[in-house]
């Protein structure tokens, strides 16, 4: 709502995302790491919070929300003319 814009997320299954970069000519070394990364991302490991951005930053995490209202009012994220 930040943005004014509808953003929809739509689940792209993990085959799927690398034969899409695949078709898109990237060279297999790109290919091979971003199949390594999303795997591993992906694979539940990270399925919970922890206090990793307060440990690294010094201070309390911001609410995203609260982020993306802020950044929406300086007009960074709109679109180029």
């Known amino acids: ?14 085959d799927a995302f690398v034969q899409g970069v695949a078709d898109s000519g990237a060279p297999q070394d790109v290919l091979w790491m971003l199949d390594y990364l999303f795997a591993t ?12 951005v307060q440990r690294a930053l010094g201070r309390e995490p911001k609410d995203f929300a609260d982020f993306a209202r802020a950044i929406a009012a300086t007009e960074t994220w709109k679109a180029a003319a």
């Open 1 to 14: 709502s930040a943005t004014g814009r509808t953003i929809q997320y739509r689940p792209v299954p993990h």
């Open 41 to 52: 991302v992906l694979d539940g490991r990270n399925a919970y919070l922890t206090d990793g």
